[in-house]
Every structure is written in C-alpha cells, then in structure tokens.
C-alpha cells in the first residue's frame, strides 16, 4: 500500500455522496433547460444567466460519471438536459460559441472567449463516446477544427490589445489543447493529434518555460523572450501546475519517463513559489519580479488552484515515487479540506477565499465557478490514488 492510498476513499466518498447530490439537487432548471450555475451555499438560486462554457463543462462531468463510475441513467439524463441546452441556443451563425445567454437561450456576450469552444468540444466529444451519436461527434471534431482556426488570435476583432505594439502570447491556449487534444483523441485523425500534442508541448514546456528562475509564465513575446510588462511579469501558479498534470498525462500516453518527471519537477518549482508561508494555502497571482501585481485579487485563494494541484502531486507521486510529492500533498490536502469545504451545508466546496483562509464569498457556483473543478479532482484523486 503506498503512503497516499488511503485518501482515495476519502475522495469518491465526498464526490458521491457530498458533491455530486449538490448539483443533482439544485442545478437543473427544469423549466428552460440547462442549469443554474451561480449557486448560494446551501443551493438557493442567485442569478439565473447561463454561461456557456459552465454548461459545457457540467455536460462533461455527468458524461465522465456515466462513463467511467457507473452507467447511472440519472447522470445520462443531466448530461443529455445541458447538451440539448447548448445544441438549441450555444452558437452563433459562424458556428463559433456565445460566453453567455439568459435563461431562456438568448445570447448575452458574444462568441469572444474561445474557451467556451474549448469545453464545448470536450462536453460533446465526451457525450458522443457514451451514446455514439453521429451528430454530438460531428459538433466536437468542427468545434475543436474553429479552435485550431482561430488560435492565433483566438479573440479575433474583440481584442483590445494593439498588438503590433507590444504582442504578446498567452499561456492558456496550448495548456487546455494538451488535455483537449487526449478528450478528443479517438474522434480525430491521428496525424492532427500528434502534430497538436507536440506543438503543444513545445510551448508548454519550452516556449512558456523560463530556464533562469524554473517558473512557468503566462504570457512571452512571440519569440519566446521575456516582456517586462505587467502581462509578461504574469504569474499564475495554479494555471501551470494544472498544465503540469496535463502534461505527465501525455508523458504516460508517448511512454516519456523523462518528460513526466521533468513536468512534476516544475509543478513543485510553481508550488514552492506560490505557497502563502505566513498563512497558508497558494496564491492566485505573482510577479515574476516581486512587484505589486496588477490583479487585486492576486493573494486570494482560490478552489481550483488548491484542487488542481493536489491532482498534480498525486500524479507526481505515482510517476517517481518521491516522498517530497507526498509531503506536498498532505500540506495542500490539509489545507483544502480545512478551508473548502462547507461543514454547515455539506455539499459542492467554497470557491474564494482571502489571503487568511476565510471564506470571501458564500456562493458554490457563479460565473465562474460551476460543476467541473471539484468533481473532477475528487474523481481523479479517488482513481490515482487507489
């Protein structure tokens, strides 16, 4: 038995019996279709816009349940009740997917945001593995080619940046095609998956890489060097040690020892940056050179940096078998559990708090928050785990 393996009841236990039931029982909008995202602690509806890549991701996560934890008919019924949802009203005329709508379906935000598309592919590639439906594969392999078409300028004429002054590429995009590109990869001609996972990988760890200080930055020039800009200072620890996982998911899938081990050793160089030593917990933003980030919100601490990383650290633990990966994961675990979760309601986890570890608001879902993060951790936990 090794060190962690005991924690992985711990998880399928809170994702069954606490997590799940929360969005069974309160999300549904069973008038519209689709569900409610923006969620008060113990359930209660707040606001009633829907947010397209939060359905996406909750079609997703019912589809991943029915697939991989049991043929539940319920589960099939959400994930069908979000699809039919997004089938109806999620796209515009170009084929491209709104941020959001009201709810009744009508669009609120344009298509600017290409990571509605990005989970849109992934809610109905997912689907189509369940139910081989023609048509749910035939909408994920033409959203995941609008992707590859616009990731050069995935905002397109919404961009407010004058690029030709100062441009600059963002880590966002190559990071989510790493994990895209393996949720789609029996849905897509191996040539295409090949070519986006090596790309990928190139930006991810080298382009995005900076050798000098270990750290991973979100956003360079697009040659690769370092901008000394609010933006090209940019650290997002939470967004790196997820792309780090990703990243040994492929190392596993090519065979590549070498590179799992090197994407784990990065993730710890990102934790140890970003781990708050007067109280706990990881920071949500940094500046490469210890300047005031620009973001207020930058020593928040927030549920799915906290999440993602115990995802990485476990997957780091079985790839080398370091205990330094397993002191990580009982620090962050300990932690997360102490400050997440909602010992008064039970149910999905918290999402903000502030730099002391108390709860900033009291919602489980909103605009940015939904059913994704949470399940999918405890899931994953619960399978690497055991």
Same mark, same amino acid.
């Given at each position: &038995?090794?060190?962690?393996?005991s924690?992985a009841?711990?998880?399928?236990?809170e !994702?069954?019996?606490?997590?799940?039931?929360?969005?069974e029982?309160?999300?549904l909008?069973?008038?519209?279709?689709? %569900?409610?995202?923006?969620?008060q602690?113990?359930?209660?509806?707040?606001d009633?816009?829907?947010?397209i890549?939060?359905?996406?991701r909750?079609?997703?996560?019912?589809a991943?349940l029915?697939?991989? @934890?049991?043929a539940?008919?319920?589960?099939?019924?959400i994930?069908? $009740?979000g699809?039919?949802?997004?089938?109806?009203?999620g796209?515009d005329?170009?084929g491209?997917?709104?941020?959001s709508l009201?709810q009744?379906?009508?669009?609120? @935000?344009?298509?600017?945001?290409?990571?509605?598309?990005?989970? /849109?592919?992934?809610?109905f590639?997912?689907?189509?593995?369940?139910t081989?439906e023609?048509?749910?594969?035939?909408i /994920?392999?033409?959203t995941f *080619?609008?992707?590859?078409?616009?990731?050069? $300028?995935?905002?397109g004429?919404?961009?407010?940046?004058?690029?030709s002054?100062?441009?600059?590429?963002?880590f966002a995009?190559?990071?989510?095609?790493c994990?895209?590109s393996?949720?789609l990869e =029996?849905l897509?001609?191996?040539?295409?998956v090949?070519?986006?996972?090596?790309?990928?990988l190139?930006? @991810? &760890?080298t382009?995005f %890489? *900076?050798?000098e200080t270990?750290?991973v930055?979100?956003n360079?020039?697009?040659?690769?060097?370092?901008?000394? =800009?609010?933006?090209g200072?940019?650290l997002?620890?939470?967004? /790196?040690?997820?792309a780090? +996982? #990703?990243?040994? *998911?492929?190392?596993?899938?090519?065979?590549?020892?070498?590179?799992?081990?090197?994407a784990?050793k990065?993730?710890?160089q990102?934790l140890?940056?970003g +781990?708050?030593?007067?109280y706990?917990?990881? #920071?949500y933003?940094?500046d490469?050179?210890g300047?005031p980030p620009?973001?207020?919100? +930058?020593?928040q601490?927030?549920?799915?940096?906290?999440?993602?990383?115990?995802?990485? !650290?476990a997957?780091a633990?079985?790839?080398?078998?370091s205990?330094l990966?397993?002191?990580?994961?009982?620090?962050?675990?300990? %932690? =997360?559990w102490?400050?997440?979760r909602d010992?008064?309601?039970?149910?999905?986890?918290y999402?903000y708090?502030?730099r002391?570890?108390?709860?900033?608001l009291?919602?489980?879902g909103?605009k940015w928050?939904?059913c994704?993060? @949470?399940?999918r951790a405890?899931?994953?936990?619960s399978q690497?785990? /055991?």
């Amino acid at each position: &038995m090794n060190r962690l393996q005991s924690f992985a009841e711990l998880y399928r236990q809170e !994702l069954l019996a606490q997590v799940i039931p929360f969005w069974e029982t309160h999300s549904l909008d069973r008038e519209q279709g689709g %569900y409610f995202t923006c969620l008060q602690a113990d359930g209660r509806v707040f606001d009633r816009d829907k947010f397209i890549w939060l359905q996406a991701r909750q079609v997703w996560t019912f589809a991943m349940l029915y697939q991989q @934890v049991a043929a539940n008919p319920a589960w099939m019924d959400i994930a069908l $009740h979000g699809a039919d949802f997004l089938e109806k009203y999620g796209r515009d005329e170009k084929g491209d997917w709104y941020f959001s709508l009201n709810q009744q379906g009508a669009p609120l @935000v344009a298509a600017y945001n290409i990571f509605s598309d990005c989970f /849109a592919a992934m809610a109905f590639g997912k689907l189509y593995q369940i139910t081989q439906e023609p048509r749910y594969a035939e909408i /994920a392999i033409t959203t995941f *080619d609008r992707i590859l078409a616009r990731q050069h $300028h995935p905002k397109g004429h919404f961009t407010k940046q004058i690029g030709s002054t100062r441009p600059l590429k963002n880590f966002a995009l190559p990071m989510i095609l790493c994990n895209l590109s393996l949720e789609l990869e =029996s849905l897509l001609p191996p040539e295409q998956v090949e070519s986006t996972i090596q790309l990928c990988l190139e930006e @991810v &760890m080298t382009t995005f %890489y *900076d050798n000098e200080t270990g750290w991973v930055l979100e956003n360079v020039s697009p040659d690769g060097s370092l901008s000394d =800009s609010f933006e090209g200072r940019l650290l997002n620890p939470g967004h /790196a040690i997820e792309a780090m +996982w #990703f990243v040994m *998911d492929l190392a596993k899938r090519k065979g590549d020892e070498q590179l799992g081990e090197e994407a784990a050793k990065r993730a710890i160089q990102m934790l140890e940056l970003g +781990w708050d030593p007067e109280y706990g917990g990881i #920071f949500y933003f940094l500046d490469r050179k210890g300047y005031p980030p620009q973001q207020l919100e +930058w020593d928040q601490k927030l549920w799915w940096v906290h999440l993602e990383s115990l995802i990485c !650290l476990a997957k780091a633990y079985r790839q080398t078998g370091s205990e330094l990966y397993a002191d990580w994961f009982e620090k962050v675990h300990t %932690y =997360s559990w102490a400050h997440f979760r909602d010992l008064e309601h039970g149910g999905e986890w918290y999402g903000y708090l502030n730099r002391e570890g108390r709860v900033l608001l009291p919602l489980k879902g909103g605009k940015w928050k939904g059913c994704f993060h @949470v399940p999918r951790a405890l899931f994953q936990l619960s399978q690497v785990l /055991a």
